[in-house]
């Protein structure tokens, strides 16, 4: 099992910036993906930024060239630092494990979600 736990939302301006780092306990193994979704109210939930153990990203084209993803495989963490926010990036935001299963399956795990609002 792996358990994460997510921090640094809040509000901020647009334009502004914010962190947000997850931590992940349990085994985190060299094949897990790690990442980001988010969900607004009365949305889907998205993929706005994945990782692999490589350092191989994947971003939303919504994001791409404001926010950025890394990873520590050391410490099993993975940050996400969004800048030039914009009210339509307020959400909840959810750090995610994709893990792939030796009979072909998956499974992924999920924090708890961290609020974002990006308000004037």
């Known amino acids: 099992q792996v358990q994460l736990v997510e921090s640094g939302g809040g509000l901020v301006q647009p334009g502004g910036s914010l962190r947000l780092s997850c931590a992940a306990s349990g085994n985190i193994f060299s094949t897990d993906v790690m990442g980001w979704y988010r969900q607004a109210a009365g949305k889907q939930r998205e993929l706005v930024a994945q990782?692999?153990?490589?350092?191989?990203?994947y971003y939303d084209n919504s994001v791409k060239g404001r926010f950025t993803i890394s990873r520590d495989n050391a410490k099993n963490t993975v940050s996400l630092q969004s800048s030039s926010l914009k009210p339509e990036d307020t959400a909840v935001y959810f750090c995610n494990v994709w893990r792939r299963l030796i009979d072909g399956s998956n499974v992924k795990f999920w924090g708890q979600g961290t609020q974002v609002t990006v308000s004037s």
């Open positions: 990782i692999d153990s490589g350092g191989s990203t």
